[in-house]
């Protein structure tokens, strides 16, 4: 059977979503027609030949302009106005609970009829979105005006952050299937919806390709080196990160400390860097490209992720299949696949001391030990974040819910 599925996103392709990218090519090779489709561009921020190579094939709805969503609403008010008038109760209601206001909820109603012309004009099927948010959203609206039939994958810990304002229970409620990237994302969405949606939810991991998964292994380097790859917001841990690196070096430890990213936290981490000293030990690189990324990965002898809050981050998957230990946080996934003494080290969140004290840990062990926690952590990522794998248990779902023109509950085998 040929499927044609629509993917939804905020903003696709972007830095930060290579796992998405990931998982459309491993669809794509299962022999799955994929659309890419984003509510807004963020051009200016890419710097991977493959995103840019993936925004090529992505139609943006925010650039038809306003007179296109205008034309969109008054042409599906006119031509389907009971679906339309349905839509437009469901965008007020839901707008009305929400933290950004009906007015933003009429925008993404325009966003949905724009949504529904086009994915009609190229048969769209199904349509999946990632978040729980406003591509959701707008993916409900236009099922509600006669759009296919949606699911949506559910992260965190934004989602888990704001349930009720997000209507997120209503989302479980009317799409054909969700997906949670760990069994901790499940159990939050067991937490809020009635039990006779739960069959609805399934876990399907993020994952990582041949690129990480097929690389021969390089010797954990002497070097006192690591690295943090992660968006500059506060979740993210970055403050007390530099705190930490700030307190061992006080105690006479040199280390070096990269820092990949960027985000609306930047200005105040680079503040903190030069008020605590560390002008000549942590160096912040903003986004790279995916091959840059690796090489610093390489060149560490551990990741470090401080997270206070998270759904389950692809670049521990990553630094792991490239066996590099990682130190994290005993926060919401994470523990789902690193494990402590095996792979890494954990430690609770917001601690500078138990964080300095995993730091001097990966500092003191001889290469060779880190070198088998890596070589643990890759198999573990091989076992359980394979993007083909985890794109086959995707593919099953897309094609029962095709199937099933009734939508009724879909049950697979658990990934």
Same mark, same amino acid.
């Given at each position: 059977m040929s499927l044609a599925i629509a993917y939804l996103i905020n903003q696709?392709?972007?830095?930060?979503?290579?796992?998405?990218?990931?998982?459309?090519?491993?669809?794509?090779?299962?022999?799955?027609?994929?659309?890419?489709?984003a509510i807004r561009s963020c051009?200016?921020?890419?710097?991977?030949?493959?995103?840019?190579?993936?925004?090529?094939?992505?139609?943006?709805?925010?650039?038809?302009?306003?007179?296109?969503?205008?034309?969109?609403l008054i042409r599906t008010s006119l031509t389907r106005p009971i679906r339309f008038l349905q839509g437009l109760w469901l965008a007020l209601k839901v707008g009305w609970h929400s933290?950004?206001?009906?007015?933003?909820?009429?925008?993404?109603?325009?966003?949905?009829?724009?949504?529904?012309?086009?994915?009609?004009? &190229?048969?769209?099927?199904?349509?999946?979105?990632? @978040?729980?948010?406003?591509s959701t959203t707008v993916a409900m609206l236009c099922r509600a005006i006669g759009g296919p039939p949606y699911s @949506?994958?559910?992260?965190?810990?934004?989602? @888990?952050?704001?349930?009720?304002?997000?209507?997120?229970?209503?989302?479980? /409620?009317?799409?054909? @299937?969700?997906?949670a990237v760990s069994s901790f994302g499940k159990s939050q969405l067991y937490r809020w919806c009635q039990r006779s949606q739960w069959s609805k939810i399934h876990v399907v991991r993020c994952g990582v390709d041949d690129k990480f998964l097929d690389v021969t292994p390089t010797p954990i380097p002497s070097e006192p080196r690591f690295v943090c790859v992660a968006r500059m917001d506060r979740a993210k841990g970055h403050l007390l990160l530099l705190d930490a690196v700030a307190q061992l070096v006080a105690q006479g430890w040199y280390l070096k400390l990269v820092l990949i990213g960027d985000g609306p936290l930047r200005g105040e981490i680079e503040n903190a860097r030069i008020q605590l000293g560390l002008?000549?030990?942590?160096?912040?690189?903003?986004?790279?490209?995916?091959?840059?990324?690796?090489?610093?990965?390489?060149?560490?002898?551990?990741?470090?992720?401080?997270?206070?809050? /998270?759904?389950?981050?692809?670049?521990?998957? /990553?630094a792991l299949a490239l066996n590099r230990p990682v130190i994290s946080?005993?926060?919401?996934?994470?523990?789902?696949?690193?494990?402590?003494?095996?792979?890494?080290?954990?430690?609770?969140?917001?601690?500078? /001391?138990?964080?300095?004290?995993?730091?001097?840990?990966?500092?003191?062990?001889?290469?060779?030990?880190? &070198?088998?926690?890596?070589?643990?952590?890759?198999?573990?990522?091989?076992?359980?974040h394979n993007a083909t794998t985890q794109a086959q248990y995707l593919a099953a779902l897309f094609h029962l819910c095709i199937e099933n023109s009734n939508h009724q509950k879909i049950v697979i085998p658990s990934s």
């Open positions: 696709y392709p972007k830095v930060s979503h290579s796992f998405i990218r990931r998982e459309i090519l491993s669809l794509e090779k299962s022999g799955i027609k994929i659309l890419r489709f051009t200016t921020e890419l710097v991977d030949q493959a995103d840019k190579l993936e925004l090529e094939k992505t139609q943006v709805v925010l650039e038809t302009g306003k007179t296109g969503l205008v034309i969109a933290q950004r206001g009906i007015l933003y909820h009429l925008v993404y109603l325009a966003e949905a009829c724009v949504l529904l012309h086009w994915w009609r004009q &190229a048969g769209v099927a199904h349509v999946h979105a990632h @978040f729980g948010t406003n @949506f994958t559910v992260h965190g810990p934004e989602e @888990f952050d704001a349930i009720k304002s997000l209507s997120l229970i209503q989302k479980v /409620e009317t799409a054909a @299937f969700v997906i002008q000549d030990c942590v160096e912040a690189i903003g986004w790279t490209s995916n091959a840059q990324v690796r090489q610093h990965i390489l060149a560490s002898r551990a990741m470090i992720l401080p997270s206070f809050a /998270e759904g389950l981050p692809v670049v521990l998957m /990553e946080t005993y926060v919401a996934g994470i523990p789902e696949l690193v494990e402590p003494g095996v792979c890494g080290w954990l430690v609770p969140p917001g601690s500078v /001391e138990a964080l300095k004290t995993a730091i001097k840990a990966a500092l003191q062990l001889p290469t060779d030990k880190l &070198a088998q926690m890596g070589k643990e952590g890759a198999k573990r990522v091989t076992q359980q």
